[in-house]
């Protein structure tokens, strides 16, 4: 996978009431070839208190992934509901949004399951990013993602790495 098409980088951000947020231009230039529309699918993040959003392009690997798991399950004699855990979580919790002018409109249902307010704080994970409310991620148990937010969204706000 070529570098363009990697999430890389992270950035604070002000959400407005009506759930449009303005994209950094780390997902900005990785999302439609740069163009500023298109469409992700948002979601609740398999481990943390916060959303994933990925391409929507993407489907076929994750859905690889998650038979993958649940191959390796299976063979460890482990019960069939981790797999079906797994399945609805990334597909089930998981909506369509809009991106229009380099700005993505979080769905009313993801932006309740991620408890986003007036600013969230946006992080690369690669092949997608993450979209955290900015008091969880400044509580986080992971001490990067503390560190990674104190900056954003303390120490200069809105400015991308």
Do not use: Y
Not at 105 to 127: E, H
């Amino acid at each position: 996978m070529a570098f363009e098409h990697i999430f890389s980088g992270s950035a604070a951000g002000a959400v407005g009431a009506d759930g449009t947020v303005p994209l950094p231009p780390f997902i900005r230039r990785v999302i439609d070839g740069g163009r500023g529309t298109g469409r992700l699918m948002v979601g609740a993040h398999e481990a943390d208190p916060c959303l994933t959003a990925w391409e929507p392009r993407r489907a076929p690997a994750l859905q690889a992934e998650i038979e993958r798991r649940r191959l390796h399950d299976e063979t460890a004699g482990m019960a069939a509901s981790g797999h079906f855990h797994r399945a609805r979580r990334a597909f089930g919790l998981v909506e369509d949004a809009a991106v229009d002018a380099g700005c993505l409109t979080l769905p009313p249902m993801m932006r309740r399951k991620g408890r986003i307010g007036a600013r969230v704080l946006f992080v690369g994970t690669g092949n997608g990013f993450e979209i955290w409310n900015d008091e969880e991620a400044l509580a986080s148990e992971d001490p990067t993602m503390r560190e990674i937010a104190q900056f954003r969204l303390q120490d200069d706000g809105e400015s991308e790495q």
